[in-house]
């Protein structure tokens, strides 16, 4: 049977740290329990303003992570520096606005090619895997194949805010076009944000779709639940999904 690789964002692991600037939690921890989980790698979010995760973040867990680690980040400058000396095994690029709470589109591949070509070829250059986060927009993921990214990672954000049956019929059959899209293209095609144990299913059932990010719901139900329990559970709601999957 096909799977997903499901990643696991500790970024909010890091949001309760730092709300009293001490050191628990620690998410490098909760990355460690994750994986004992069975979660396939780690997802780690380090912004401009430093508001969650830290730069000595990413490198312990860098380290001490036996899967792999994913580091959302800028197109910027700074950022591409920290990857290139962190070396994560893939590197996904997303908007970032310093008043947002949480990341409120996909990336606009369109406008800024020439740019972002650059930052994938410094990324390249240390044989790290380059994914941009994007909407469901063809659009978008014709860019992201001109640029030669290896991978995109399909904003789930809008799908998982309609509580409308209707609307989230027609939010999921725009992400499924977008992923069968994108595989055409030669694209490896990823999806996450705002994903739940419920709205995960018709994801999961999505036969393009090879890996999944999701982390706030996870370190949610770990405060009840404790994480092995929330990544276990998430594991089982994506099995559940792929079984959807057209044989």
């Given amino acids: 049977m096909t799977t997903i690789r499901l990643y696991i964002n500790v970024d909010h692991v890091a949001t309760i740290r730092e709300a009293r600037k001490t050191v628990e939690p620690d998410p490098l921890t909760a990355a460690l329990l994750a994986e004992q989980a069975g ?4 997802t780690v979010h380090l912004r401009e303003d430093r508001r969650h995760i830290q730069d000595r973040d990413v490198a312990r867990i860098r380290e ?3 899967t792999r680690l994913n580091l959302e980040m800028a197109a910027t400058g700074e950022m591409v520096g920290i990857a290139l000396q962190t070396r994560p095994q893939q590197v996904s690029l997303v908007p970032e606005k310093r008043l947002e709470i949480t990341t409120e589109g996909g990336l606009d591949v369109c406008a800024q090619e020439e740019h972002l070509r650059t930052v994938k070829d410094r990324i390249a250059s240390r044989n790290i895997l380059f994914s941009l986060f994007i909407d469901a927009d063809p659009r978008q993921i014709d860019a992201a194949q001109r640029i ?5 990672e399909i904003n789930t954000g809008l799908y998982s805010e309609t509580t409308d049956g209707p609307a989230a019929d027609e939010e999921l059959k725009k992400i499924r076009q977008a992923a069968g899209h994108a595989a055409q293209l030669g694209l490896r095609v990823f999806a996450g944000h ?3 144990n419920d709205n995960v299913l018709a994801i999961a059932a999505i036969p393009e779709i090879e890996e999944l990010n999701i982390g706030h719901s996870i370190v949610g139900r770990s405060v009840y639940l404790g994480m092995q329990q929330a990544v276990g559970e998430m594991l089982r709601s994506i099995e559940r999904g792929v079984k959807l999957r057209p044989q």
Wanted: aromatic share 0%; net charge negative; hydrophobic share 40%.
């Fill in 39 to 42: 979660a396939d790698g780690i």
């Fill in 148 to 152: 030669g990214a290896d991978s995109i």
């Fill in 194 to 196: 705002g994903l739940t």
């Fill in 64 to 66: 001490s992570i036996k």
